[in-house]
């Protein structure tokens, strides 16, 4: 039983498109992340939802739109897609925000051509 | 703002030998620090949480530090195995109930 799952893993488009990624963790939990892993490696905080309410926005340009149909859920939508919004997005999940251990999905690797 | 630096970058050694991995964060009020391990082509797995007011955890072969008046944190690994070889990440939660990471520590463990 995979604890938190995203998909697609590889997500490859032009351009300008709109494209989704989507989120389930069955591990109970209240809280859910997506954090973005750039080419240095470094992972980055984008946002944060507990019990389907967002906790944290960091500064990402409004073409991310994060929703959270339920606890179990988050997904990421990206609109206009840049060159720069290549990375590998991670989806994360949490029994409560800060203070507990993380648990990660797999990533979704998106390349921006 | 908080920064976690982790020393060395790249780490080669041979199988059995025990080694040390570093990480420093500039901002001690921190609440906890977690440390991953992050395989190719897939997720991080946290390996150990230290609260602020512990000084180490253990599991297994790894045993984590913190020392957070000097902004320090250490994850030791006994008697290293190939199948050790990732990256290892630490991160740092300082109250914004998010994790600030550092660029991780690239581990080759050799037959």
């Known amino acids: 039983d995979t604890a938190v799952s995203q998909t697609p893993k590889y997500l490859v488009t032009q351009m300008g498109n709109d494209k989704s990624i989507k989120c389930e963790q069955n591990?109970?939990?209240?809280?859910m992340y997506w954090y973005k892993q750039d080419s240095k490696k470094f992972l980055k905080i984008m946002f944060s939802y507990n019990n389907k309410e967002l906790i944290i926005n960091e500064t990402v340009p409004n073409r991310f739109s994060p929703k959270s149909p339920d606890k179990a859920h988050l997904n990421l939508h990206i609109n206009s897609l840049e060159l720069g919004d290549s990375a590998v997005y991670f989806c994360?999940?949490?029994?409560?925000?800060?203070?507990?251990?993380?648990?990660f999905g797999s990533g979704t690797q998106l390349s921006v051509l | 703002k908080q920064e976690v630096t982790q020393i060395p970058a790249a780490l080669s050694v041979p199988e059995g030998e025990n080694l040390v991995l570093n990480c420093s964060f500039t901002?001690?009020?921190?609440?906890?620090l977690q440390w991953f391990r992050q395989d190719p082509g897939k997720g991080l797995t946290s390996l150990l949480l230290i609260q602020s007011s512990q000084r180490e955890q253990t599991s297994g072969r790894l045993n984590a530090s913190l020392d957070k008046s000097s902004g320090r944190s250490t994850l030791y690994i006994a008697a290293s195995q190939p199948g050790d070889s990732a990256t290892y990440l630490c991160?740092?939660?300082?109250?914004?109930?998010?994790?600030?990471f550092g660029s991780g520590t690239r581990l080759q463990v050799q037959p």
């Open positions: 591990l109970g939990h209240d809280t």
């Open positions: 991160a740092v939660d300082t109250g914004r109930r998010a994790l600030t």
């Open positions: 994360a999940s949490s029994q409560a925000p800060g203070g507990e251990k993380l648990f």
């Open positions: 901002d001690s009020a921190i609440y906890n």
